[in-house]
């Protein structure tokens, strides 16, 4: 029996879901029943403009019929055996990722968070194997993101935002420092720093990139100190900055990079990549995982990333974001626009983020809200500048109904 054959209503569907469903998301009021290329497409045939992607994620389009076919293929083979035995699609992907990225180790999890937690533990676990039981301390950056585990939620640098409050005390061994400050960064260096943990550009914390000065400082500053470098780039990695991972527009390198969401296509996949040296810090039985390295997620990343790569939507990204942002300073109340790539912040000048989200919604197009005044733009990397010209044209229409409203509410 297939699941999409069972005969029930939209409305039993969502009435199902608000009965059993913990719910920690706001919903979007349809039932998505399929999606292709730049599209989501709801319970009765009405086709949705995907600007976000699946937070990131479907970067090669939705469904894309490599990815699909990839899983097909292997799901009948081998769904799943732990990593025991040798498969082929997870050295196939090892090879492929480590020589993309020109790293030398590879380590496999299921998704971004988890993938943040290994590059924690490695990071901590070279420090006290190296330089003694104390040399764990990392520092992170104020507005980042890493995660809702224990371990990457604590290295978020967002000490009042929802998924820290109720969750403390969180796991000691981190300070925040202020994003794009280098001697903040200094600052909060001390004898048992072991490690700087960045988003090259802060997703969550919204939309904002590191500046190449920065950037050149950090790793200055990780020299000098004998740190290492980390990266987490499970939001703006793989292609969408304009770059391969986004820290390679910095001609920089790091020890650790974590990596996640467009990974997999769609499916459930993360990876940390390391320097041989570093990577030495697991051992046997020092690390593990069940699902990490799975044959099906290995093979759709396989798909995933060699579409990324041989249609070159990096290039892409980096054009079609280019134009976009540009139209989209004209947006009435917008403050600024930030990001690279297809990786976009639209700031406003008021409190109008939630309705100019809704209304997008009423005009059939998806999008992501940070806070109460950024919209961020997220979509598949197979965007068209006829794809972003009709993004625009919802996203300015939306706004000025958004102001529209906060202006007969007596708001602005």
Same mark, same amino acid.
């Given at each position: 029996?297939?699941?999409?054959?069972?005969?029930?209503?939209?409305?039993?569907?969502?009435?199902?879901?608000?009965?059993?469903?913990?719910?920690?998301?706001?919903?979007?009021?349809?039932?998505?029943?399929?999606?292709?290329?730049?599209?989501?497409?709801?319970?009765?045939?009405?086709?949705?403009?995907?600007?976000?992607?699946?937070?990131?994620?479907?970067?090669?389009?939705?469904?894309?019929?490599?990815?699909?076919?990839?899983?097909?293929?292997?799901?009948?083979?081998?769904?799943?055996?732990?990593?025991?035995?040798?498969?082929?699609?997870?050295?196939?992907?090892?090879?492929?990722?480590?020589?993309?990225?020109?790293?030398?180790?590879?380590?496999?999890?299921?998704?971004?968070?988890?993938?943040?937690?290994?590059?924690?533990?490695?990071?901590?676990?070279?420090?006290?194997?190296?330089?003694?039981?104390?040399?764990?301390?990392?520092?992170?950056?104020?507005?980042?993101?890493?995660?809702?585990?224990?371990?990457?939620?604590?290295?978020?640098?967002?000490?009042?935002?929802?998924?820290?409050?109720?969750?403390?005390?969180?796991?000691?061994?981190?300070?925040?420092?202020?994003?794009?400050?280098?001697?903040?960064?200094?600052?909060?260096?001390?004898?048992?720093?072991?490690?700087?943990?960045?988003?090259?550009?802060?997703?969550?914390?919204?939309?904002?990139?590191?500046?190449?000065?920065?950037?050149?400082?950090?790793?200055?500053?990780?020299?000098?100190?004998?740190?290492?470098?980390?990266?987490?780039?499970?939001?703006?990695?793989?292609?969408?900055?304009?770059?391969?991972?986004?820290?390679?527009?910095?001609?920089?390198?790091?020890?650790?990079?974590?990596?996640?969401?467009?990974?997999?296509?769609?499916?459930?996949?993360?990876?940390?990549?390391?320097?041989?040296?570093?990577?030495?810090?697991?051992?046997?039985?020092?690390?593990?995982?069940?699902? @990490? &390295?799975?044959? $099906?997620?290995?093979?759709?990343?396989?798909?995933?990333? #060699? /579409?990324?790569?041989?249609?070159? +939507?990096?290039?892409?990204?980096?054009?079609? @974001? &280019?134009?976009? $942002?540009?139209?989209?300073?004209?947006?009435?109340?917008? #403050? /600024?626009?930030?990001?690279?790539? +297809?990786?976009?912040?639209?700031?406003?000048?008021?409190?109008?983020?939630?309705?100019?989200?809704?209304?997008?919604?009423?005009? #059939?197009?998806?999008?992501?809200?940070?806070?109460?005044?950024?919209?961020?733009?997220?979509?598949?990397?197979?965007?068209?500048?006829?794809?972003?010209?009709?993004?625009?044209?919802?996203?300015?229409?939306?706004?000025?109904?958004?102001?529209?409203?906060?202006?007969?509410?007596?708001?602005?």
């Amino acid at each position: 029996m297939k699941l999409s054959d069972v005969q029930k209503t939209p409305e039993e569907i969502k009435a199902l879901t608000k009965k059993y469903m913990i719910e920690t998301y706001e919903r979007y009021d349809f039932v998505a029943q399929s999606a292709k290329g730049m599209y989501l497409y709801g319970e009765n045939g009405e086709a949705y403009l995907d600007f976000y992607g699946g937070i990131a994620v479907n970067s090669a389009g939705n469904c894309n019929e490599k990815v699909v076919a990839a899983v097909r293929d292997q799901v009948g083979d081998i769904m799943h055996t732990f990593n025991y035995p040798y498969t082929v699609p997870q050295a196939l992907l090892a090879e492929l990722v480590c020589q993309t990225l020109q790293m030398d180790k590879i380590f496999f999890q299921s998704t971004g968070t988890e993938a943040n937690e290994a590059m924690i533990k490695m990071a901590r676990k070279y420090g006290v194997d190296n330089y003694g039981p104390n040399k764990y301390h990392i520092i992170t950056a104020k507005g980042s993101f890493h995660g809702r585990t224990y371990g990457a939620m604590s290295a978020t640098g967002q000490p009042d935002n929802a998924c820290q409050i109720g969750f403390k005390p969180v796991v000691p061994g981190f300070s925040y420092a202020e994003f794009n400050n280098v001697d903040d960064f200094r600052a909060k260096v001390t004898e048992d720093t072991i490690a700087i943990m960045l988003e090259p550009i802060q997703g969550e914390g919204g939309v904002t990139p590191a500046t190449p000065e920065f950037m050149d400082d950090i790793v200055a500053l990780c020299k000098e100190k004998g740190l290492l470098l980390l990266f987490d780039e499970v939001q703006c990695g793989w292609c969408r900055s304009g770059k391969t991972m986004a820290y390679m527009d910095y001609g920089v390198k790091p020890d650790i990079v974590s990596m996640a969401k467009a990974m997999g296509g769609g499916m459930p996949i993360s990876a940390i990549c390391a320097s041989e040296e570093v990577s030495k810090a697991f051992s046997m039985g020092s690390h593990g995982t069940t699902f @990490g &390295g799975n044959p $099906v997620c290995c093979a759709a990343a396989y798909a995933e990333i #060699k /579409e990324l790569l041989d249609r070159d +939507l990096a290039g892409n990204a980096e054009k079609v @974001g &280019g134009y976009l $942002v540009e139209k989209l300073k004209t947006i009435p109340h917008v #403050k /600024e626009v930030r990001g690279k790539g +297809l990786m976009i912040g639209i700031e406003f000048d008021a409190s109008i983020g939630h309705n100019v989200k809704h209304e997008c919604f009423d005009r #059939k197009m998806l999008v992501t809200l940070i806070g109460d005044r950024i919209i961020r733009l997220i979509p598949p990397l197979i965007a068209t500048k006829e794809d972003c010209d009709q993004a625009y044209a919802i996203l300015r229409d939306a706004a000025i109904a958004a102001t529209n409203v906060m202006s007969d509410q007596g708001v602005m």
